[in-house]
């Protein structure tokens, strides 16, 4: 991966970690808060509405009580219950107990109707609404209870009413404590329901309804008509408040929407209270929370992962162009620099690679300078090399018709003039021949030196020991009564212009034969080493046992003209070894000698 | 090509597996000829529900609904055997037995009767005393209003009053007189007649025999007693899907409804939830679970009769109707 997007992530990671470690605890303990909230609010609405059914209750129970206990109240229903005749005591006793007792009670608006039942058969004998007298209730559990306490007869189905009903009763006793009759009063359930369903606060979800044992809905939840007492509910919640239990839980409602609901036993009416209110209402804060804090989190993360690009732009950018400034330098435009304001370690790498750069060019201006002196100085080299030899040829070439003539004319004295010319002149004659002769010698020795370093060369692979061969024929032919002994090494091979090497082998082979010459056995050696010089190189050598050298004069012994030794003693005009020089140069080698005085000499030389 | 053979032979290795599998002894369930008292409605919702819910197959029971009607003779059709249970009546029960047909309850579906007196709200008609003088449509037809005949003479030997004293015409189903006023009180069911009177906007005076004693059931569950000593687990699987179907009918009687119109000649929602919701409260009492019955209940209604001379001699009413299923079902427990 690249320096950039790793960057970037490491500082997104770096974002990220503790902002979802910090957000995740700032969410949990955030959350529990609030559901916290929502649950205590729950049960606290629980507690109150059912303390205010309590209170409801209570008053008209007191109120129906109170009625009970009235003297006049229990003289009236004393002679409902002892007259089944219907005579004008009878109607009269029941003319004051509705106007005078039940009718005022029912302006409270506590209930909707009240009535007395007579105690042997729930008949009853007085009511508000006339149309239930007559009517018998003794199988009424407000009538067979309400005999002998006050009952409350929990919500249940009136046929009679048509609508869910409660009911109270309360004994009617006289002075001795015998029953004179049972009174009894339906509440208004409005009223109840006003109590449940009213609303604390502005939740739209917020519901709290009763439930029977039956599993029925006693009071109309919010979002549900004509369920009371029409409908089952079998949620978690009315089970758990059913089965006794006070609590809280996570379930889903009787429309099966996830609620949290707070359920509560009323043992005092065989019920329990639900309150509940959707999840996804009371976790709207949470998710709000949560968003907030996902904002965040993701806000620092975003920054986080620019900042991240931003830093790794400015570290890598310049490396960007750290390499490819080196990519063109590389190519060989020694103009380019990278060029960098930035004062950090990468700036400094930077400029010193332009001066690296800078200085490189340097070396590279200085090289071409030179390399292109060399080639002037080469080329005027060669040219005053050219006339150089241009000059000794032409020079050689014209010095030999004057020693012609010196020598033609020097012989033709000796021949014509021979009896007029002394012994002595003749001598002198004789020796301006010589003399002649050898400077035209010399004149040759120099010519062919030239010729060697001019003439064109023909590299070829070249049997030496087969060359070497030869010329020792040639110098036993010269001089068939000398007795030298050739070891001469077969199959060695050199590469090289024939004509070229033949010169350089005849002026070593030459000069052996001519420094062996003083002694009255010779042995001359041709062969290849190796060892000694350091390369691998073949190195040719021919070796004698003849006149040798002094090693201090080696340095001499290739250039021209210098001579080791007397042309009397041994002659020759001193080009030979300098010719040979120049030809092993020529073709690339090397050639040095090693000897000593009167122990012979050994040439040795490389080709390429 | 090779696909299908490996997705072939996988399956035939999951039908290896499957065959290979223990199987459950499983019987072939029982057949249940279940005889209704009427046409289907939603009278019978509960037992609908039971067999869509699948508690009868829960049961191993294969449920067959029989539809009554006017010729068909009920008491006849599970005497007989040409069905194992049927829907009517206590009276029936209690006829039927003293004839000497081994007819028993086990249940009792509408614990409170549908029964209803009803009066013009201007005729002033607002309780039985009120009778006297006027005409009343109760005469049976000979038919299955016996009912109507029966709790009306309960009712003023109950209140002391005399019939005679009371102008008496034959029932009229389709209440043409009542209408027209040429009869000033009626009966009719709370489920059927009343819910018609009501669609036509009419405004009444209801008068409920149990308001004056007269406490009777209504659609009650029977079978044999040959049935009830040969196969009780049958009787007990059959009346636990029953009973679960009719809670959950009044559970929920829009659902109820639902399930009703599935099977209903008259496919009238509208029709079938005010029926259903004239029902309800004579199901579900607010007293008692479900099917329960009550041994003074049961005495009450053989003394009504017996009164009435409608039984021909007096016999043990407790072997009209059997607790035991009740009992074993809901473990003893009334509430």
Same mark, same amino acid.
């Given at each position: 991966?690249?320096?950039?997007?790793?960057?970037?992530?490491?500082?997104?990671?770096?974002?990220?970690?503790?902002?979802?470690?910090?957000?995740?605890?700032?969410?949990?303990?955030?959350?529990?808060?609030?559901?916290?909230?929502?649950?205590?609010?729950?049960?606290?609405?629980?507690?109150?509405?059912?303390?205010?059914?309590?209170?409801?209750?209570?008053?008209?129970?007191?109120?129906?009580?109170? *009625?009970?206990?009235?003297?006049?109240?229990?003289?009236?229903?004393?002679?409902?219950?002892?007259?089944?005749?219907?005579?004008?005591?009878?109607?009269?006793?029941?003319?004051?107990?509705?106007?005078?007792?039940?009718?005022?009670?029912?302006?409270?608006?506590?209930?909707?109707?009240?009535?007395?039942?007579?105690?042997?058969?729930?008949?009853?004998?007085?009511?508000?609404?006339?149309?239930?007298?007559?009517?018998? %209730?003794?199988?009424?559990?407000?009538?067979?209870?309400?005999?002998?306490?006050?009952?409350?007869?929990?919500?249940?189905?009136?046929?009679?009413?048509?609508?869910?009903?409660?009911?109270?009763?309360?004994?009617?006793?006289?002075?001795?404590?015998?029953?004179?009759?049972?009174?009894?009063?339906?509440?208004?359930?409005?009223?109840?329901?006003?109590?449940?369903?009213?609303?604390?606060?502005?939740?739209?979800?917020?519901?709290?309804?009763?439930?029977?044992?039956?599993?029925?809905?006693?009071?109309?939840?919010?979002?549900?008509?004509?369920?009371?007492?029409?409908?089952?509910?079998?949620?978690?919640?009315?089970?758990?408040?059913?089965?006794?239990?006070?609590?809280?839980?996570?379930?889903?409602?009787?429309?099966?929407?996830?609620?949290?609901?707070?359920?509560?036993?009323?043992?005092?009416?065989?019920?329990?209270?639900?309150?509940?209110?959707?999840?996804?209402?009371?976790?709207?804060?949470?998710?709000?929370?949560?968003?907030?804090?996902?904002?965040?989190?993701?806000?620092?993360?975003?920054?986080?992962?620019? *900042?991240?690009?931003?830093?790794?732009?400015?570290?890598?950018?310049?490396?960007?162009? *750290?390499?490819?400034?080196?990519?063109?330098?590389?190519?060989?435009?020694?103009?380019?620099?990278?060029?960098?304001?930035?004062?950090?370690?990468?700036?400094?790498?930077?400029?010193?690679?332009?001066?690296?750069?800078?200085?490189?060019?340097?070396?590279?201006?200085?090289?071409?300078?030179?390399?292109?002196?060399?080639?002037?100085?080469?080329?005027?080299?060669?040219?005053?090399? $050219?006339?150089?030899?241009?000059?000794?040829?032409?020079?050689?070439?014209?010095?030999?018709?004057?020693?012609?003539?010196?020598?033609?004319?020097?012989?033709?004295?000796?021949?014509?003039?021979?009896?007029?010319?002394?012994?002595?002149?003749?001598?002198?004659?004789?020796?301006?021949?010589?003399?002649?002769? %050898?400077?035209?010698?010399?004149?040759?020795?120099?010519?062919?030196?030239?010729?060697?370093?001019?003439?064109?060369?023909?590299?070829?692979?070249?049997?030496?020991?087969?060359?070497?061969?030869?010329?020792? $024929?040639?110098?036993?032919?010269?001089?068939?009564?000398?007795?030298?002994?050739?070891?001469?090494?077969?199959?060695?091979?050199?590469?090289?212009?024939?004509?070229?090497?033949?010169?350089?082998?005849?002026?070593?082979?030459?000069?052996?034969?001519?420094?062996?010459?003083?002694?009255?056995?010779?042995?001359?050696?041709?062969?290849?080493?190796?060892?000694?010089?350091?390369?691998? $190189?073949?190195?040719?050598?021919?070796?004698?046992?003849?006149?040798?050298?002094?090693?201090?004069?080696?340095?001499?012994?290739?250039?021209?003209?210098?001579?080791?030794?007397?042309?009397?003693?041994?002659?020759?005009?001193?080009?030979?070894?300098?010719?040979?020089?120049?030809?092993?140069?020529?073709?690339?080698?090397?050639?040095?000698?090693?000897?000593?005085?009167?122990?012979?000499?050994?040439?040795?030389?490389?080709?390429? | 090509?090779? =696909?299908? =053979?490996?997705?072939?032979?996988?399956?035939?290795?999951?039908?290896?597996?499957?065959?290979?599998?223990?199987?459950?002894?499983?019987?072939?369930?029982?057949?249940?000829?279940?005889?209704?008292?009427?046409?289907?409605?939603?009278?019978?919702?509960?037992?609908?529900?039971?067999?869509?819910?699948?508690?009868?197959?829960?049961?191993?029971?294969?449920?067959?609904?029989?539809?009554?009607?006017?010729?068909?003779?009920?008491?006849?059709?599970?005497?007989?055997?040409?069905?194992?249970?049927?829907?009517?009546?206590?009276?029936?029960?209690?006829?039927?037995?003293?004839?000497?047909?081994?007819?028993?309850?086990?249940?009792?579906?509408?614990?409170?009767?549908?029964?209803?007196?009803?009066?013009?709200?201007?005729?002033?008609?607002?309780?039985?005393?009120?009778?006297?003088?006027?005409?009343?449509?109760?005469?049976?037809?000979?038919?299955?209003?016996?009912?109507?005949?029966?709790?009306?003479?309960?009712?003023?030997?109950?209140?002391?009053?005399?019939?005679?004293?009371?102008?008496?015409?034959?029932?009229?189903?389709?209440?043409?007189?009542?209408?027209?006023?040429?009869?000033?009180?009626?009966?009719?069911?709370?489920?059927?007649?009343?819910?018609?009177?009501?669609?036509?906007?009419?405004?009444?005076?209801?008068?409920?025999?149990?308001?004056?004693?007269?406490?009777?059931?209504?659609?009650?569950?029977? =079978?044999?007693?040959?049935?009830?000593?040969?196969?009780?687990?049958?009787?007990?699987?059959?009346?636990?899907?029953?009973?679960?179907?009719?809670?959950?009918?009044?559970?929920?009687?829009?659902?109820?409804?639902?399930?009703?119109?599935?099977?209903?000649?008259?496919?009238?929602?509208?029709?079938?939830?005010?029926?259903? +919701?004239?029902?309800?409260?004579?199901?579900?009492?607010?007293?008692?679970?479900?099917?329960?019955?009550?041994? +003074?209940?049961?005495?009450?209604?053989?003394?009504?009769?017996?009164?009435?001379?409608?039984?021909?001699?007096?016999?043990?009413?407790?072997?009209?109707? =059997?607790?035991?299923?009740?009992? +074993?079902?809901?473990?003893?427990?009334?509430?």
């Amino acid at each position: 991966m690249k320096l950039a997007p790793k960057l970037t992530i490491l500082f997104l990671l770096l974002a990220i970690v503790p902002t979802a470690i910090i957000g995740y605890l700032a969410y949990e303990n955030g959350s529990r808060t609030i559901v916290q909230e929502t649950i205590d609010h729950l049960v606290s609405i629980n507690i109150f509405k059912s303390n205010e059914v309590k209170r409801w209750i209570k008053e008209d129970e007191r109120s129906i009580e109170e *009625l009970a206990q009235r003297p006049l109240v229990k003289e009236f229903a004393a002679v409902l219950a002892k007259h089944d005749n219907f005579d004008s005591a009878y109607h009269k006793a029941k003319g004051s107990l509705i106007e005078d007792h039940l009718n005022p009670r029912l302006k409270y608006g506590l209930v909707l109707e009240l009535f007395v039942m007579c105690p042997r058969h729930g008949l009853i004998s007085a009511s508000t609404n006339e149309k239930q007298e007559g009517k018998y %209730r003794d199988t009424y559990p407000y009538f067979s209870e309400g005999k002998s306490r006050t009952y409350i007869q929990g919500i249940y189905y009136s046929s009679v009413l048509e609508q869910p009903a409660m009911t109270i009763s309360t004994p009617i006793k006289d002075k001795q404590g015998n029953l004179m009759g049972v009174m009894a009063g339906h509440l208004d359930l409005g009223e109840l329901s006003k109590i449940i369903a009213l609303q604390s606060g502005k939740s739209p979800t917020e519901d709290t309804y009763l439930v029977n044992t039956f599993n029925f809905f006693v009071t109309e939840p919010r979002f549900g008509q004509g369920y009371a007492l029409k409908k089952a509910v079998r949620t978690e919640g009315v089970e758990a408040g059913l089965s006794g239990k006070d609590g809280v839980g996570f379930y889903k409602d009787y429309r099966g929407v996830p609620v949290i609901g707070a359920y509560k036993w009323l043992p005092d009416f065989n019920m329990c209270i639900i309150t509940e209110i959707d999840q996804a209402e009371a976790f709207a804060p949470v998710v709000g929370l949560a968003r907030v804090i996902t904002g965040i989190a993701s806000a620092i993360s975003i920054l986080a992962g620019l *900042l991240g690009f931003f830093f790794a732009r400015t570290i890598t950018r310049p490396v960007q162009q *750290l390499a490819a400034g080196a990519e063109k330098i590389g190519g060989g435009n020694l103009e380019h620099r990278v060029g960098t304001e930035s004062k950090d370690e990468i700036g400094g790498l930077s400029r010193a690679f332009d001066r690296m750069t800078e200085s490189l060019k340097a070396t590279m201006v200085s090289r071409d300078e030179l390399e292109q002196r060399v080639r002037d100085r080469t080329a005027q080299l060669e040219a005053a090399n $050219k006339e150089l030899e241009a000059f000794s040829y032409s020079v050689s070439h014209d010095l030999r018709a004057p020693l012609r003539s010196i020598d033609g004319f020097s012989q033709a004295l000796l021949e014509d003039y021979f009896d007029k010319i002394d012994e002595q002149g003749k001598d002198y004659l004789h020796r301006v021949r010589a003399a002649s002769q %050898r400077m035209a010698q010399l004149i040759d020795d120099v010519l062919n030196l030239s010729r060697v370093t001019r003439s064109e060369m023909r590299f070829e692979k070249i049997d030496l020991g087969t060359l070497v061969s030869k010329i020792r $024929k040639e110098l036993q032919e010269r001089q068939p009564d000398r007795k030298v002994e050739f070891a001469i090494s077969s199959g060695l091979v050199g590469r090289g212009d024939a004509r070229l090497l033949r010169i350089v082998l005849e002026n070593l082979l030459g000069n052996a034969w001519k420094f062996t010459g003083k002694h009255p056995l010779a042995k001359i050696e041709f062969g290849v080493t190796h060892v000694g010089h350091g390369h691998d $190189k073949p190195v040719f050598y021919v070796r004698d046992d003849g006149a040798g050298f002094d090693m201090a004069y080696v340095d001499k012994l290739f250039v021209p003209f210098q001579r080791l030794h007397a042309s009397a003693e041994f002659p020759g005009t001193g080009i030979g070894l300098a010719t040979v020089q120049r030809i092993i140069h020529r073709h690339g080698g090397r050639v040095w000698a090693e000897g000593e005085v009167e122990k012979g000499a050994t040439f040795y030389f490389t080709l390429p | 090509m090779r =696909t299908i =053979t490996r997705i072939f032979s996988i399956l035939l290795l999951v039908i290896a597996v499957v065959a290979c599998e223990p199987q459950q002894v499983k019987r072939a369930p029982e057949e249940v000829k279940l005889q209704l008292k009427w046409l289907h409605q939603a009278q019978f919702a509960g037992f609908y529900v039971a067999q869509e819910n699948g508690y009868y197959a829960k049961e191993n029971i294969k449920v067959t609904f029989l539809e009554g009607g006017q010729d068909i003779d009920i008491v006849q059709r599970v005497v007989s055997g040409q069905a194992d249970f049927g829907v009517l009546t206590p009276e029936f029960i209690f006829a039927a037995r003293n004839q000497g047909a081994p007819l028993t309850a086990i249940a009792a579906i509408y614990r409170r009767s549908a029964v209803v007196f009803v009066a013009m709200a201007k005729s002033g008609i607002v309780r039985p005393s009120d009778f006297i003088g006027k005409t009343v449509a109760t005469r049976d037809l000979g038919g299955s209003q016996k009912d109507f005949e029966l709790q009306f003479h309960a009712m003023m030997k109950r209140l002391g009053l005399v019939p005679s004293k009371i102008k008496t015409v034959p029932f009229d189903p389709a209440y043409t007189a009542f209408y027209n006023g040429k009869v000033e009180v009626t009966p009719c069911y709370s489920t059927g007649g009343l819910i018609k009177m009501r669609q036509k906007g009419l405004k009444l005076n209801l008068i409920w025999p149990s308001d004056y004693g007269i406490h009777f059931y209504s659609d009650s569950l029977a =079978t044999t007693d040959r049935l009830i000593s040969e196969k009780p687990d049958l009787v007990t699987r059959f009346l636990r899907a029953t009973l679960r179907g009719w809670q959950d009918a009044i559970e929920d009687y829009r659902q109820a409804v639902t399930v009703t119109l599935k099977y209903a000649q008259v496919a009238d929602p509208e029709l079938q939830t005010a029926m259903m +919701e004239a029902m309800l409260p004579l199901v579900h009492t607010g007293e008692n679970r479900v099917g329960w019955m009550k041994r +003074e209940v049961w005495q009450g209604m053989y003394q009504i009769l017996l009164e009435q001379k409608l039984l021909a001699k007096p016999f043990d009413v407790n072997e009209a109707y =059997t607790l035991r299923f009740l009992n +074993e079902i809901y473990g003893g427990k009334a509430k």
